[in-house]
């Protein structure tokens, strides 16, 4: 049984930037190949045509075809002759691919289509309140009723989902996962007050909400500090260039003397930064089951973020983590400086978020779930 997934982006110096869907392929892939499964990741969206061989991973780069009006057609006709052409080469069995725009759509190949919902471009802008782009709506539509079988990665996800394209479609919930080794709980390091947010700073993971938050944190705690990692992105619902230079103005004065951000940093620095926060904040509109989280928890942080849908499949609030709606400020801040100012507290749920790593979203346990899906659906005993 060998798994191809197909994807536009995956964490590695020569494939580019990665968000969070390319983290969890990586963190299965590594996986799958340590059980000698041959994975191959597929890469559209490159700057060039390309293979490697990494760590028991087959790695093939796609460049889009440009062709004002069809460049989208003759991309997946590409990228449908390559699969086709390694099935026949017997180099892999079935491909999975992302909900995220359809690539799938109009792809017509030999083996199963598998699509794992990790968010597409129509949950999403549900979620944040934004009207979908009709093509994007027909792709991952289209997309996803032509699948052989579907993934979602939260049950939320998988509920929502067919809501939205008013579909009746049978999904099995596998979670992404993470290498808990990878992301493991360090010694203690210098006494601090340091809240930690790290993801891409955009709109609809409440970054906008998180200096309202923060302002609150440092009126009840002066010795609070905020660092932030992640990409800059442009707003998408004010066409402001920064949304970085949007929360700046947020912020009280007081406040942003306590604010660093030091932009993106690759997959394995972050670890390293994880492990100076004292806490981690997530005030999130819409995700789907995000990776972010699931690093912070394995290195043994508690958390306190949205409670909105997903999140109570992956943090027991008021055990290994406080949920808390995004636009409630105030209750937002006063759990954070709980956990600030209560290390009994923040240490019982920095042990438990861990356990929960380890029980329900370790690699170790995710990839026995996606083995036994993926010999399912390839008829594999």
Known sequence: MKIAFLTPEYPHSKTGNSGGIGTGIKNLAQALAERDLQPSVLIYGQQSDYFFQEDGIDFYGIKNVKLKGLSWFLTRKKIQKRINELYAEKKIDVVEAPDWTG?????????????????????FCHLDGRKVKFKNF?????????ADSVIAVSQFTGDLTNQLFKLKRNFTVIPNSINSTHFNIVPKQNDNQRILYFGSLIRKKG????PLIFNQVVAMNPDAELMLIGKDVPDIMSGNASTWEMMRGLFSAEAFKKVSYIGPKSYDEVGSYIATAVVCVFPSFAEALPVSWLEAMSMGKAIVASDIGWANEMITDGQSGFLVHPNNHKLFAEKINILLQNRLILDTFGCAARQRIEDYFSTIVVVEKNIAFYKDVTHET
């Open 103 to 123: 690539i799938t759509s109009f792809i017509n190949v030999k083996c199963p289509i598998v699509i794992r919902e990790n968010g597409s471009d129509t949950y």
């Open 207 to 210: 970054l906008l909400e998180l």
């Open 138 to 146: 027909f792709h991952e539509r289209r997309a996803l009723r032509k």
